[in-house]
């Protein structure tokens, strides 16, 4: 899926939306983000050295994992972020990177849905997270 395509599953527009691409496949969502060095996250963080910040990588896995839910995210609904666990930040991510991520539905009980996912740039191993989703109607 481009950018247009991840629009119809996903409500984050303008510098909110940050996958470039996503597709399924076996279960997982692969997603892919290139990092310009222009997004509003780098701006002072850190001065001459930016670093994508961490919270900003958990956000790009979750837009990832929610293709994995596109199918329960139609009439008005969302997928809300309830938790985080287990986040592991193993290797920065830099203006240039490719960042690409890896995710899972590893359960669900309605309205929840629980996740895990990896983000990598290249070969390198840069994020590890358990997270899970609720997913209502829009308030």
Known sequence: MNREELKKVLPHRGAML??????????????????????????????????????????ILAQSACMLLKDSLEDGKLAYYTGLDKVRFKSPVKPGDKFETVCRITRAKHPFYFASGEGY???????????????????
Do not use: M, Q, T
Request: charged share 30%; glycine share 14%; proline share 5%.
């Open 18 to 59: 940050l996958l470039d691409e996503a597709r399924l496949k076996d279960g997982e969502a692969r997603g892919s983000y290139e990092i310009r060095g222009d997004e509003w996250f780098l701006d002072g963080h850190f001065p001459g050295h930016p670093v994508v910040p961490g919270v900003v990588l958990c956000e």
């Open 121 to 139: 740039v290249g070969d390198r191993l840069c994020l590890v997270a358990e997270f899970s989703f609720a997913v209502v109607g829009e308030s």
